[in-house]
């Protein structure tokens, strides 16, 4: 109940920002030595948050179906190759980690590219997967590029997870006669899951960027990331559109976020703080 | 058939690098069987290295250990001792129970039966109550118990403990020292306990094992006879008499044979 009311909370303090720059600041915005420091305030550039909100209940286009019906389909669209992206990042990333704590000279090897591969841009990338096109359809090369980013955050902190149970823990495997295998799942699988879940947060967050950027640099049409770009066109004649898919896309974040939050609360119940006895 | 034989084993760790150490130096130890004895020596004697080396966790340079007759590294496999160290190492995702279960599990042992054994162990070591909970919700004497507990859950004619007592207060100690003995009486196991107090060493063994550092060798085996072990064998003028002649071993002088 608190929880939602900081979310309320939170919004409203957004909106009133907005609102409130829009009130007092300069509709030329302000230029400091030739850099524009201060955004335009005018309606074109900062549309009022209820033309947004108005915007979304009328038609699209004269008799087409009503912008947020449009902006919602999109979402789905995206959620679907965000959902597909994560997945495979996240499995990708565990695989990856798994690896590096078996063998340090994997780790040694392929974390050094782990980390550049976040490095290479993703626009320069995407037209590249786009190329390999030839064995699925077009959104899974959105979904792949998804995937690309996704898998890096829970590759590292997966490996810092499994790195983590203390060496007694490890000799006590030992002393049972536990190979690797029985190690990983009885011990450094659930002691990493305090490193997993956070990491997977940050995977859902990737994903939905790739998601959007895989789309717009690919031309995959359904998504909310084209929306965005076929609105923007549209930015000058009608302000408020486009800010009507950027919510979209702020909203498709949002969700991603807390499904993935809801991963965790079966698995990191007993994780809680609790009262130490003391006898 | 004792239950273990250290023959002539040397650990050298980091061989042929710069910071190569002799951690052990052609040290033999034999502990009979139903036998409790102690390792004790200042840090760096290499107790708890020889501790590992008994339980294979490490392996020796040169030399042979044997436990219960057959090699260190198959008396591992086949699970033939329990262990506990100075941190509990309790799995703070399982419950008491399950952590107290683990090693059952690992084993293979059927459902049922684990959990009346694990709940056994618990009971033996006055836990019985705190079963469903978890690790971080017990105080650090407790969690050791339960430590104890599952290194005994197996029934291990072979316990091995590094220092389980270090991280205590002397109350807790003292109650727990009791009881690991009362435990050690009724189940017959042979006992290895690595500690660095005197009076821990003398109240809880058979025999106290000195050692010396750099490099790390055993100086005296001092055998320890009191009439009781308990509050009253704590205050027996042989008690003292045996904490002065360890003590007397651990500077260095000529150990005096205790009568």
Redesign the interface.
Known sequence: MRRALYVLIGVAVCAVLWEGYKLVGSPDGAVLLGVRVLPRADDLSMPHLWTVVERLGRPELTGGRPVWIVVVNACLFTLGITAAGFAIGALVGLVLAALMQRFRIVERGLLPYVILSQTVPLVALAPLVAGWNVLWPGWMTVALIAAYLAFFPVAVGMLRGLQSPAPAGVELMRSYASGWWRTLVKLRFPASLPYLFPALRLAGAAAVVGAVVGEISTGTRGGIGRLIIEYSREATSDPAKVYTAMLGAALLGLLVAGLVSLLELPLMRHRRHVEVVTL | MSAVVVSSVTKIFNQGRTDEVVALSDVDLTVGEGEFVSLIGPSGCGKSTLL?LI?D?IAPTTGTVTVAGKSAGTA????A?G?A???S?L???RTVLKNVE??L???GTPRAERKARAEEMLALVGLAD?AG??P????G??QQRVAIARALAVQPPLLLMDEPFGALDEMTRERLQSELLSICAKTGTSTVFVTHSISEAVFLSDRVVVMSPRPGRITASIPIELPSRDDAGRQSPLYFECITAVRQSLRGTPARSVS
């Open positions: 590992r339980a966790l591992r496999k086949e699970q001792y262990i160290f100075q941190q190492g799995f703070e995702w683990l090693p599990e690992l084993r705190f909970h978890y971080a919700q017990l105080s004497g407790m």
